[in-house]
């Protein structure tokens, strides 16, 4: 039972990857274990930390409640997709703000916070506190992370 | 999490064929599945997966009220316009709901099928007892750490609570669940635990829910939900109403009120009693308490979740009292 695996195409970052996988591999272990994108984090792995949050279609999601089967045929961001060049906006503000400790929820942080800028909830502390509230910070860095998400939200008004 | 067989299929009646096969279960959102597969409380020998099924996330109005496609995704009908405007207690008990991540991939028919998040449910290896996991097995909860769990609609067999915001809304206004041609009330596709709590919706094997009809009205489009939590987003309700009135040409006597509870019960909770007691009355802060108070009437109470029996009549009231001031009543 254990041996059923299926091939798959996933886009990644604009890239298309062929893996083979058992049905049961979450998106989030298809990317770090398969694909080699450690950039997003398993935290609780069970879709209450939100460390990791990547898009899909350019809307954000849970990679840890996603099996990898199910978004074939989807167009995958990750973290490392972000700014490959140079930094995104939203990484360079939380940079200047100094939006994190430990650094171990910031990607996920991070992808939440370009999807709530860009969903137009990010209009008011109050706004971005309750719509980025799937993103679990145990360093306590939320103030700050409230700043940087604010920052970017204004400069794009 | 164990593994299983993964079709992915291609229309309603392909999935429904698949769901004959034994274990089969359909993946939607998968936030509920998932997450129950990874506690092991879901074991699934084959995974249907309908996301990829399209024309099933319609949002479509009419003349007497809309209908909503059962892969709608939950923040889809939360910011929906039309929603917005005729059915405001749905799309609050919707943003209210989870998270931004959770509620962009989970769908309308998906969530109404979520389990309790009863810890002792969730635990097989740390508690073998559950009559909802294994029925006759016992009821690890009654006689443990129950704050979070209900006083109204428990049985001996279980006192798990119904973790919705949506469904509470729908039991206020009236919807009816769709599963292909059959269509049941929303008050009666949710099931009392009684002796069987392994039985939580009144939905046959194989059958699927295709869409939620909620019938439009002058108390729906009037309404609120209000979700009270121990902390301020990202969280089940420790006691939560959707309320909807409709005040007579006086702006004071009561024509119509809906009143729905979340957090304190076994299933969705329509409050029948306080409705009952406001209908005709002219609305009055004493009427109000006077009414909220019938809500908890025959509340059992288990150890730590008194405090629900203190708190829901102030929801009640505070919900109706919001609507009050936003001028919309």
């Given at each position: 039972?254990?041996?059923?695996t299926?091939?798959l195409r996933?886009e ?8 083979e ?13 398969q ?5 997003t ?10 460390a ?9 999601v ?5 099996l990898?089967a ?17 930094l995104?906006p ?8 100094d939006?994190?400790?430990?650094g ?15 969903e ?11 719509y ?5 910070c145990?360093c306590?860095?939320y103030?700050n992370?409230v ?7 204004e400069?794009?008004r | ?18 769901l004959?096969?034994?274990?089969a279960?359909?993946?939607a ?14 074991e ?25 496609g ?17 059915f405001?207690?749905?799309?609050e ?5 989870a ?5 962009n ?10 389990r309790t ?9 740390a508690?073998?007892?559950?009559n909802?996991?294994a ?31 949506l ?11 769709l ?20 039985r ?6 194989g059958?699927?829910i295709?869409?939620i009809r909620?019938?439009?009205s002058a108390?729906?489009?009037?309404s609120?939900?209000l979700k009270?939590?121990?902390r ?17 040409a ?14 304190i ?5 329509r409050?029948?009693a ?10 009055s ?13 025959g509340?059992?109470?288990?150890g ?5 029996t ?6 009640i ?13």
């Amino acid at each position: 039972m254990t041996d059923r695996t299926i091939p798959l195409r996933l886009e990644i970052n604009g890239r298309s990857h062929a893996l083979e996988v058992e049905p049961r591999v979450t998106l989030l272990d298809a990317l770090r274990e398969q694909a080699g994108l450690t950039g997003t984090k398993k935290g609780c792995d069970q879709g209450q930390c939100g460390a990791c949050t990547v898009h899909v279609n350019g809307v954000r999601v849970l990679a840890c409640l996603t099996l990898a089967a199910q978004v074939e045929g989807r167009s995958i961001t990750t973290i490392e997709g972000l700014g490959e060049s140079e930094l995104h906006p939203v990484q360079a503000a939380f940079l200047e703000q100094d939006a994190f400790q430990c650094g171990y929820c910031t990607p996920g942080q991070i992808m939440s916070a370009v999807a709530c800028i860009r969903e137009g909830h990010a209009g008011s502390d109050d706004e971005i506190r309750e719509y980025m509230s799937g993103n679990l910070c145990r360093c306590g860095a939320y103030p700050n992370i409230v700043a940087a998400v604010r920052q970017v939200a204004e400069a794009m008004r | 999490m164990r593994n299983f067989t993964y079709l992915r299929v291609g229309s309603v009646e392909e999935a429904r064929r698949a769901l004959g096969q034994a274990g089969a279960t359909l993946l939607a959102g998968g936030t509920t599945l998932l997450d129950l597969a990874k506690c092991g409380v879901a074991e699934p020998e084959t995974v249907v997966d309908i996301t990829h099924l399209s024309g099933l996330d319609a949002i479509v109005f009419d003349a007497t009220g809309v209908t909503i496609g059962a892969l709608a995704k939950m923040s889809t009908v939360a910011a929906d316009r039309g929603i917005r405007e005729q059915f405001p207690a749905i799309s609050e008990s919707l943003w209210q709901a989870a998270s931004a991540q959770l509620r962009n991939m989970a769908t309308i028919g998906g969530n109404l099928m979520q389990r309790t998040r009863c810890p002792y449910f969730r635990d097989p290896v740390a508690f073998p007892a559950c009559n909802k996991r294994a029925p006759g097995s016992g009821c690890a909860a009654i006689g443990g750490a129950t704050r979070h769990h209900a006083v109204l609609g428990t049985s001996e067999a279980c006192i798990a609570t119904n973790p919705g915001d949506l469904a509470v809304a729908l039991v206020a206004f009236g919807a009816e669940i769709l599963l292909g041609e059959r269509r049941i009330a929303a008050d009666d596709f949710f099931l009392l635990p009684g002796s069987t709590p392994q039985r939580e919706h009144a939905i046959a094997p194989g059958e699927i829910i295709t869409a939620i009809r909620i019938p439009a009205s002058a108390a729906a489009r009037r309404s609120t939900y209000l979700k009270v939590r121990d902390r301020q987003s990202y969280e089940f309700a420790a006691a939560s109403a959707a309320v909807g009135l409709a005040l007579e040409a006086d702006g004071r006597t009561i024509r119509d009120i809906r009143v729905a509870l979340g957090g304190i019960a076994t299933k969705p909770w329509r409050a029948h009693a306080v409705e009952a007691a406001l209908k005709g009355q002219k609305l009055s802060r004493e009427a109000i308490d006077h009414a909220a108070r019938l809500a908890t009437e025959g509340a059992v109470i288990h150890g730590d979740n008194r405090y629900k029996t203190c708190l829901t009549p102030r929801v009640i009231a505070r919900a109706i009292i919001n609507l009050k001031l936003r001028g919309i009543a």
